[in-house]
């Protein structure tokens, strides 16, 4: 075998394995470049047609011309909660849900609204979010 060849797979062997070991996250497009950005620096995704309004633990947010159904699609399973068409939050950052108004409570005293054909599924999952 080339010695050359050998060399691609072991590189690609290694990058593998670097990038299973990163913290998870999300490659986001910043107004001076592309940036990396860790999972825990989100509290949440607001979308709004084919833009997703990205809010960050810090108080700052970022616009992106991608649908949230694409980023949704790009997170790990169980790591955020869509109880809304229009709404995603980290389940880092709950602090409860309020059902006499059917929302949820995000840390800050966010209030986002639990759609009403989503309120079993949702309700299911945050008890199996409490449990883990």
């Known amino acids: 075998m080339n010695p050359s060849l050998l060399q691609k797979i072991a590189q690609l062997g290694l990058s593998a394995r670097s990038r299973q070991q990163a913290p998870a996250g999300l490659e986001l497009p910043f107004p001076k470049g592309r940036r990396w950005v860790p999972l825990s620096a989100i509290l949440m995704l607001e979308g709004t047609s084919n833009y997703t309004l990205l809010h960050f633990r810090d108080g700052s947010q970022l616009l992106v011309a991608i ?54 599924e949702f309700m299911n999952e945050y008890r199996g979010q409490l449990h883990a």
């Open 67 to 120: 649908t949230l159904k694409s980023l949704s699609d790009r997170l790990p399973a169980g790591s955020f909660a869509r109880p809304h068409r229009k709404y995603m939050f980290n389940w880092q950052y709950i602090k409860m849900v309020h059902r006499p108004d059917n929302e949820v409570v995000l840390v800050g005293g966010i209030r986002l609204p639990i759609a009403r054909r989503r309120l079993t």
